[in-house]
């Protein structure tokens, strides 16, 4: 599999950080092409290199104003749905609303359900992390 490839399924799945590390490395430093194969990632992935990659990750993230997309989770069997960028985020924000999280679970946020006698997304209500409702 080649590194375009590679990148194009972190696009996909919302991978952040592999995309940052791929755009780092072939954008930033020129030390590898899109043609080129995954395993020449590995180097970039041991132990001895970690810290420095990872400061060096961060900022560029920083640079290239990049950020973890929201997610839905579901709580306590479609009892509540909360947006949030993590799960502890999410079991965070129940708790303040006083919600005790017995199951937590990522939910498909392109799911359409009635608001109000309105037919939405959850997508179309997850602007921040929050509390967007339950049944």
């Known amino acids: 599999m080649t590194i375009e490839e590679l990148f194009g399924g972190a ?45 060096e990750i961060s900022a560029y993230k ?23 960028y993590n799960e502890a985020q999410a079991v965070y924000i129940a708790q303040t609303h006083y919600i005790d999280v017995k199951t937590i679970k990522s939910f498909d946020e392109n799911t359409s359900m009635e ?9 179309s209500m997850m602007d921040k992390p929050k509390l967007l409702g339950g049944n």
Do not use: P, W
């Open 62 to 84: 920083i640079k290239m104003k990049m950020d973890y997309g929201l997610y839905a989770f579901q709580i306590n069997e479609g009892e509540y749905y909360i947006s949030a």
């Open 115 to 123: 608001f109000n006698g309105t037919i939405i997304t959850m997508k």
């Open 11 to 55: 696009i996909e799945d919302e991978l952040t950080d592999l995309q940052a590390l791929i755009m780092f490395l072939v954008f930033e430093k020129k030390v590898l092409h899109m043609t080129d194969d995954t395993s020449e990632l590995e180097l970039y992935y041991q132990e001895k290199h970690r810290k420095r990659m990872n400061s």
